[in-house]
């Protein structure tokens, strides 16, 4: 189980960044997959057998503590796990909270995969059995997926696997609501570097990323649904503010798109939109 200490803004030596200002927060609430779609992702991890593990853009670390539990509970050995992100306050968490294990929880930025403190580089080219990632490729600006998704490739080994849970869209329409609400979340909770970010990947493009990384055998290993309600985005984000609150229930209501869709679902006092998305996996060619 997680274990949180309070980390600080005054803690930190660099100026902060959304997802320090966030502080504890629960990601998986948010996004309100259903419960099977984190035990396939990890199932799929532990059937790729992987000696070394690198959980980027993680957050508090919460994918990792799951995989971790998962390992325990089977009896398996544990692979050495790296956990990289761009939060000094979720990096903190997500070291508090797996301090009983040996894994290593860096502050870098995925772009560079360099220490954001003291800018070393982190990873040699072919480094990981297995890169995870849930729900954060949208952190990164169009422009910058290229570098990404290179960046991914190139810390990989030779017949590693990339595996990403994230918003994946067949249809412009959705897709462009969907950034519409994230939209009007970040200003709402003040998150600026996700204001101007942030993109949201039809289908068609993240496979052409992944190939132009030099990505092959990219699949589907399976389709989910975000779920993601005003009430749970509230709490998590800015509670205890009901006008904010409200005009996110309000930005959710007046979607037409996804309306028109059905991808808008009344959860009691509550009001959800749902968004497609993806559990991908792809490889590095053996050479
Ligand atoms: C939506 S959260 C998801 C976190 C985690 N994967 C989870 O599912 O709980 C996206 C995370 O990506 C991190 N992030 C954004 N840009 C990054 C970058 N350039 N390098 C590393 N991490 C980054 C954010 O700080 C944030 O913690």
Redo the contacts with the bound molecule.
């Keep these: 189980m997680l274990n949180f200490k309070m980390t600080t803004l005054e803690n930190l030596a660099l100026p902060p960044?959304?997802?320090d200002l966030v502080g504890k927060y629960s990601?998986?609430e948010i996004n309100g997959f259903s419960t099977e779609v984190i035990p396939s992702l990890i199932n799929e991890v532990i059937k790729h057998n992987p000696g070394r593990v690198l959980d980027?853009?993680?957050?508090?670390g919460?994918?990792t503590s799951r995989f971790i539990q998962t390992l325990i509970e089977g009896q398996r050995p544990l692979p050495q796990i790296e956990i990289?992100?761009?939060?000094s306050v979720?990096s903190q968490i997500a070291r508090d909270a797996l301090s009983a294990y040996s894994v290593r929880v860096w502050n870098?930025?995925?772009?560079t995969m360099k220490d954001l403190e003291t800018k070393k580089d982190l990873f040699d080219d072919n480094t990981f059995d297995c890169v995870m990632?849930?729900?954060?490729n949208h952190?990164?600006p169009r422009d910058l997926q290229t570098k990404l998704w290179g960046q991914i490739f190139r810390v990989l080994k030779p017949g590693g696997m990339l595996i990403n849970l994230g918003f994946l869209f067949d249809e412009e329409h959705t897709r462009d609501d969907v950034r519409s609400l994230a939209l009007c979340k970040d200003e709402l909770a003040g998150f600026s570097g996700a204001v101007s970010n942030r993109y949201f990947l039809l289908r068609k493009e993240l496979i052409q990323f992944l190939h132009g990384a030099g990505f092959v055998r990219v699949q589907t290993l399976k389709k989910v649904m975000y779920n993601i309600s005003a009430g749970r985005v509230a709490k998590n984000y800015f509670p205890r503010d009901f006008e904010k609150h409200q005009i996110f229930k309000d930005a959710i209501l007046s979607s037409r798109n996804l309306r028109d869709f059905g991808f808008i679902e009344k959860q009691g006092d509550d009001i959800a939109f749902l968004a497609e998305g993806e559990i991908t996996i792809a490889y590095k060619n053996l050479v």
């Design positions: 960044r959304d997802y990601q998986d980027c853009m993680a957050g508090d919460n994918l990289l992100e761009f939060s979720q870098g930025d995925v772009l990632l849930k729900s954060a952190e990164i």
